[in-house]
């Protein structure tokens, strides 16, 4: 069974740029949620999407958007991109069954940076 | 709202040595806990959980015990290799409140041979 897929692998962008990354999930798995990954910072949460249905979402800015595919391939976006932006952006997937066994399965990732 | 607390690392320890990654949480209601781990140009991936006080977790040797008298969820291994120089990630998730899966900063490990 194919993981969890995120392209491209590495990003590099200017500032005021938009960016478009994108996220395959474990077939089967409805669930994607988006993670910003900083040296500083850790791990925050961005967005969940389920069926197409954003689900929940993190204190991002809204120049961060996202969307989910009938076929629950997933996309991010980021306009107006700022030196901040730089980052590792992982996707994650699930199955329906949420609760205290949920489990996610993580891509490795696109490195994102910002000239 | 729900939080999570871990040790600053780095952590460097000569193989063979006992390792302890400190985690602690905040919650309203009754989360899971979860270590995670990522290799370096890996994503994460799920180390070991418990999903109840005093459960304990348990994975290639390490182990985790859920303690809810002191809201903690530490990390250990009673001897470590080379080969799990990584970042560990502390997580919680509280479905039924906070509905997202909340994880910490991230401690990074190295081991020395």
């Known amino acids: 069974k194919a993981g969890v897929t995120q392209t491209p692998r590495y990003l590099i962008k200017t500032r005021g740029q938009q960016v478009t990354l994108s996220c395959s999930p474990i077939s089967g798995h409805r669930s994607v949620s988006w993670y910003q990954q900083t040296p500083g910072q850790g791990l925050q949460f961005l967005f969940e999407y389920f069926s197409e249905t954003q689900r929940n979402k993190g204190n991002f800015p809204g120049r961060f958007s996202g969307r989910q595919f009938s076929n629950s391939r997933s996309e991010m976006n980021v306009s107006t991109l700022e030196l901040g932006d730089s980052a590792l952006y992982l996707c994650a997937s699930s199955s329906t069954n949420r609760g205290p066994n949920e489990k996610l399965f993580f891509g490795s990732g696109t490195q994102l940076s910002v000239l | 709202g729900n939080s999570v607390t871990q040790m600053e690392g780095p952590v460097t320890l000569s193989e063979e040595a006992f390792l302890t990654i400190n985690c602690t949480y905040t919650?309203?209601?009754?989360?899971?806990l979860f270590w995670y781990v990522q290799y370096p140009g890996e994503g994460l991936q799920l180390l070991l959980k418990a999903t109840k006080a005093d459960d304990k977790g348990s994975n290639k040797g390490f182990e985790a015990t859920y303690r809810k008298e002191t809201t903690s969820f530490h990390l250990e291994k009673g001897s470590v290799q080379v080969s799990d120089s990584a970042v560990y990630f502390c997580a919680l998730s509280d479905r039924g409140r906070d509905d997202k899966i909340i994880f910490g900063k991230g401690t990074r490990l190295h081991i020395l041979p």
């Open positions: 919650a309203t209601g009754y989360p899971s």
